[in-house]
């Protein structure tokens, strides 16, 4: 039964049109053609700003371990010699917090070198750890299936590395610290005994050991546990999902 072209009211119901005077049903007509175009999908939602932070705060830890790991490697499988930069720096040093910081590296190449048997695994597992932190962040940032649990768990593993490898290479923390007392010391334009210097170097061995550990937690493991964190958000579980469309409200500032 074909349906009214006219409402009670007088009008053309939906899809009748008045053509010659006369009206006509287009709303059962199968159209000629195909645009073949859907529906625009929504527009992608957008990270929430400490998740940007967070990615990308791994990514230059992955990168930085991978670097300091490469260069470690090849410094205990070469000759040992000191690289040429902390030597000329050593010899005329531009500034006092240059010089420092070149003396702080002698004492660890040394120290490294000495301590090879634990110096050298502990910097291979860093370098397979790094690469493995450094293409988990990658992952999130293209929101790969899966990326979120595993740089979860490369975070677990760099953490439990970072606490083993402060707990083996001890030694080379004290012979930073030493070096670094020995020198402040020595540069003291107060004249001192034998007894007070020494005592003096172990005052500030104790102080650099202090700030040895709090660098060390504040900003190895706190950067760390700050990302897993960061990842561990609803708002973050969500985002990480490769057809996530939209996130909850209420999570600041977005950013790409």
């Known amino acids: 039964m074909d349906r009214p072209q006219l409402k009670n009211d007088g009008r053309p119901a939906q899809g009748v049109v008045k053509v010659s005077g006369r009206f006509r049903d287009f709303s059962r007509r199968i159209p000629c053609y195909s645009s073949g175009v859907s529906e625009p999908s929504p527009p992608r939602a957008r990270r929430p700003w400490y998740l940007t932070?967070?990615?990308?705060?791994?990514?230059?830890i992955?990168?930085?371990?991978?670097?300091?790991g490469c260069n470690d490697l090849d410094y205990l499988r070469g000759s040992q010699a000191l690289p040429d930069i902390v030597s000329k720096t050593l010899e005329s040093p531009s500034s006092p917090f240059i010089r420092t910081?070149?003396?702080?590296?002698?004492?660890?190449?040394?120290?490294?070198?000495?301590?090879?048997?634990?110096?050298?695994?502990?910097?291979?597992?860093?370098?397979?750890?790094?690469?493995?932190?450094?293409?988990?962040?990658?992952?999130?940032?293209?929101?790969?299936?899966g990326s979120r649990k595993?740089?979860?768990?490369?975070?677990?593993?760099?953490?439990?590395?970072?606490?083993?490898a402060f707990k083996l290479l001890a030694p080379v923390h004290e012979a930073m610290a030493q070096a670094l007392a020995v020198d402040a010391v020595d540069n003291l334009a107060v004249k001192s005994t034998a007894f007070e210097r020494e005592a003096s170097v172990e005052e500030y061995h104790d102080a650099f050991i202090w700030l040895?550990?709090?660098?060390?937690?504040?900003f190895e493991l706190g950067?760390?546990?700050?990302?897993?964190?960061?990842?561990?958000?609803?708002?973050?579980?969500?985002?990480l999902q490769p057809d996530a469309k939209e996130r909850p409200q209420g999570d600041g500032e977005d950013h790409p």
């Open 62 to 68: 992955g990168a930085s371990g991978m670097s300091a």
């Open 101 to 145: 910081g070149m003396l702080r590296e002698q004492a660890r190449l040394q120290a490294l070198a000495q301590h090879h048997d634990l110096s050298f695994p502990v910097n291979v597992a860093r370098l397979i750890l790094s690469i493995l932190l450094l293409a988990a962040a990658s992952a999130c940032l293209l929101r790969r299936r």
């Open 150 to 164: 595993v740089a979860l768990q490369a975070i677990g593993a760099n953490f439990v590395l970072a606490l083993i």
């Open 53 to 60: 932070v967070a990615l990308y705060a791994l990514c230059i």
């Open 212 to 218: 040895d550990g709090f660098r060390f937690v504040v």
């Open 223 to 239: 950067s760390l546990l700050g990302i897993a964190f960061a990842l561990t958000r609803p708002v973050s579980i969500a985002m």
